[in-house]
Nanobody, 123 residues
């Protein structure tokens, strides 16, 4: 199983970035997928998730209304559209998958992780 996260980069505050998580070795439609992030010197935190069964999405309070998670089963990809970015969104973003749809906000639930992609938001 491999998860390839991409799409990060340098963006100005107020700008947008779209992250992608491409899965190989599994069908992403049968796994719940979550994005986490880790800022320098801080713990990894939940950002957004999409449940495998009904596609229910969940967002951290800090990103509600600005980020949107979506899944393309044909491309075996989950994306995170990030709009109205703020400097505090600067972090390495990781995607992770789990079979099931419970405790999706907990990083300990996940066995498979992507390598991370850095998003830097300048003020």
């Amino acid at each position: 199983v491999q998860l390839q996260a991409s799409g990060g980069g340098l963006v100005q505050a107020g700008g947008s970035v779209r992250l992608s998580c491409i899965a190989s070795g599994l069908s992403i439609s049968t796994y719940s997928t979550t994005w986490f992030r880790q800022a320098p010197g801080k713990a990894r935190e939940f950002v957004a998730s999409i449940a495998w069964d009904d596609g229910t999405s969940d967002y951290a309070e800090a990103v509600v209304g600005r980020f949107a998670i979506s899944r393309d089963d044909f491309k075996n990809t989950v994306s995170l559209q990030m709009d109205s970015l703020k400097p505090e969104d600067t972090a390495v973003y990781y995607c992770a998958v789990v079979a099931g749809a419970t405790r999706l906000r907990s990083s300990s639930s996940y066995a498979y992780w992507g390598q991370g992609t850095l998003v830097t938001v300048s003020s």
